[in-house]
């Protein structure tokens, strides 16, 4: 059996609008997000022992300031250009190419292919997979190389509209 954990990148600034797409860091309510989910990430089962981001500066910051909110979990990430990616098909072919010793993966990138991707390998139907947004995936598979459409079985998907105070 495989396991993805697919996180969204937190929300992001547009106040430097010269700045590449790659460059914008978060805004402050991207940050407070972060503090939000990085707890129910955990709580849903995602350990975070293979760990891999988008170079996108909005990308790396996300799992930065989670991994700061877990202080009693140390772990590393890999940053990777092909995950700063809005395309499923691209996010499909980087999965099946990951080691079959490898059980569980977390994957910090980007829409639409996240939302993409789930909704094409997944069971459910997501319509969107908001910014600091979570979702894991099982597959019954033994090689992540047998991905394929409706393969997966969605068990968690977390938001952090889900757990703010109203």
């Known amino acids: 059996m495989k396991k993805l954990h697919l996180i969204r990148h937190a929300k992001s600034s547009w106040a430097t609008r010269s700045l590449a797409d790659s460059d914008r860091p978060l805004n402050q309510r991207g940050i407070e997000s972060c503090s939000i989910m990085a707890t129910q990430i955990m709580n849903a089962g995602c350990h975070f022992d293979h760990v891999f981001c988008s170079t996108a500066v909005r990308a790396q910051s996300t799992i930065e300031h989670i991994h ?18 809005f395309d499923y098909h691209v996010l499909l ?7 079959d010793s490898l059980s569980e993966v977390v994957i910090i990138g980007h829409n639409p292919a996240l939302t993409d991707f ?18 894991q995936l099982a597959f019954n598979q033994d ?24």
């Not at 700061?68 to 990616?85: E, G, I, M, R, S």
């Not at 997944?122 to 979570?134: F, H, K, P, Q, R």
């Open 118 to 135: 789930c909704n094409l390998v997944g069971d459910g139907d997501i319509d969107n997979l908001a910014t600091c947004s979570y979702v």
């Open 143 to 166: 090689c992540w190389r047998e991905l394929s459409v409706g393969s997966a079985e969605l068990i968690h998907f977390l938001a952090p509209k889900m757990f703010m105070a109203k």
């Open 68 to 85: 700061q909110q877990l202080t009693d979990h140390n772990f590393k990430w890999q940053l990777d250009d092909a995950l700063y990616t």
């Open 93 to 99: 072919e980087w999965c099946r190419e990951l080691d």
